[in-house]
């Protein structure tokens, strides 16, 4: 089967860093993709990691262990707008195949 | 806008009435995927399409759900029967299909679906 978990909500101040993350058992692997979700939006793609280790991109970084199952998505610098869902989601087939979603973490970010 | 996008953005409809959305992914995306998210959860897999040939559904996909991609182009997803289970947001994604391992999917806007 396919299990993603991450944390329901989380509450952060803007200018803080938050970490959000997120533990997957799947029947396969072949990459991790973080999206963002506005309420009532699409999804917007932030980052994907296939080999273990960091990636970064301006104020957010995605980070994996494959041998644990694990990843977590940075922010820094938080600002208001970022006030979203954000999604775990791992491609446990081949190339091109579906994505597995995790629920999703609400992030609020206060003043 | 070349992003991806979907047709109608809402539709009420009764218990019963068949419905049709339809979905134009990025013009150059060889990829395309529907998917179904409810309240709080994240959206989930429902079928795939590369150009027009339909590779894999998900056993969510009942007999009352078809999807088609008749010139490799716009997908259409028909709901036949429809039940207030169905009430949900369908989202459409497209990725290039290229060597890239990375293949990321973008999504559309989605069509709000409600059954009354």
């Known amino acids: 089967g396919q299990n993603i978990d991450q944390p329901t909500e989380m509450t952060a101040t803007e200018g803080a860093i938050v970490q959000i993350n997120c533990t997957y058992q799947?029947?396969?692997?072949?990459?991790l993709f973080w999206y963002q979700q506005h309420a009532g939006e699409a999804p917007t793609f932030l980052s994907y990691?296939?080999?273990?280790g960091l990636e970064e991109k301006g104020r957010f970084s995605s980070f994996l262990s494959r041998s644990k199952g694990y990843s977590y998505l940075l922010l820094k610098e938080l600002q208001m707008k970022d006030s979203a869902s954000y999604l775990c989601a791992v491609r446990p087939l081949a190339y091109g195949n579906k994505l597995v979603f995790g629920a999703g973490t609400i992030l609020r970010v206060k003043s | 806008d070349t992003g991806v996008s979907q047709n109608p953005r809402h539709k009420i409809t009764k218990r019963g009435q068949n419905v049709t959305f339809r979905c134009d992914p990025i013009s150059e995306h060889n990829r395309l995927y529907w998917y179904r998210q409810t309240l709080g959860q994240g959206p989930e897999f429902l079928t795939y399409?590369?150009?027009?040939?339909?590779?894999?559904k998900s056993r969510l996909l009942s007999d009352r759900f078809s999807a088609e991609r008749p010139k490799g182009s716009f997908s259409t997803l028909e709901i036949q029967r429809t039940e207030q289970g169905d009430s949900a947001m369908y989202l459409c994604a497209s990725s290039l299909g290229s060597r890239d391992s990375t293949d990321t999917q973008y999504f559309g806007p989605g069509t709000r679906l409600t059954v009354l």
């Open positions: 990691n296939v080999l273990d």
């Open positions: 799947t029947s396969g692997f072949n990459g």
């Open positions: 399409f590369q150009n027009e040939a339909q590779l894999e």
